[in-house]
């Protein structure tokens, strides 16, 4: 196979995101932008072990930090917490969420997520690329139906957000706790 031929499969490629992790009693909805490759690659949810998302829902729930997956999605699950991407598909050289090509984006089918979990009232950003995804090729979309979720940017759990200690992004990411306020 030619240069020429290998670098188009490249320019090609989308990224997609794995199914919500939910259950239909779901009240709260995270959304992130789109796996990286290291969660790609895993097939879980922010697998980058540099990524704090995990180490702060361990902290939120008074879990054990080195859970394995299975049973940290239990953790999510039982304190009636979904996650999923705002996009379904997107091309992204790399794992920066600042790389994804906007013209590639197609965003998940919102409108049915929040038909088939009819008690989540809030939805939380995982930092501000997923909100800006989320406005931009999703909100305009919804229509009135939707008027009563209650959207929230919290601090991204990326590591290229490191700007910020975990201390301060624990106390802003407390909020998905529904017993908390």
Not at 122 to 133: D, I, L, S, Y
């Amino acid at each position: 196979m030619s240069k020429a031929i290998r670098g188009l499969r490249k320019l090609d490629r989308k990224d997609r995101c794995f199914p919500a992790i939910s259950r239909r009693d779901a009240e709260t909805l995270v959304l992130g932008s789109l796996p990286g490759q290291r969660s790609l690659a895993l097939q879980q949810y922010y697998a980058h072990p540099q990524n704090a998302f995990w180490k702060l829902i361990a902290a939120i729930f008074e879990a054990e930090v080195n859970l394995p997956y299975a049973r940290r999605v239990q953790l999510l699950t039982a304190n009636r917490i979904a996650l999923w991407d705002v996009l379904a598909a997107a091309e992204r050289p790399g794992s920066l969420d600042s790389s994804i090509v906007h013209a590639s984006a197609r965003a998940n089918d919102f409108a049915w997520f929040f038909r088939r979990h009819p008690r989540v009232t809030r939805v939380f950003f995982n930092g501000r690329k997923a909100e800006q995804m989320f406005r931009r090729f999703v909100l305009p979309g919804l229509g009135a139906e939707f008027a009563h979720l209650r959207y929230e940017c919290l601090p991204s759990t990326s590591p290229a957000h490191a700007g910020m200690s975990f201390r301060k992004k624990l106390q802003s990411w407390r909020r998905i706790r529904a017993d908390k306020p």
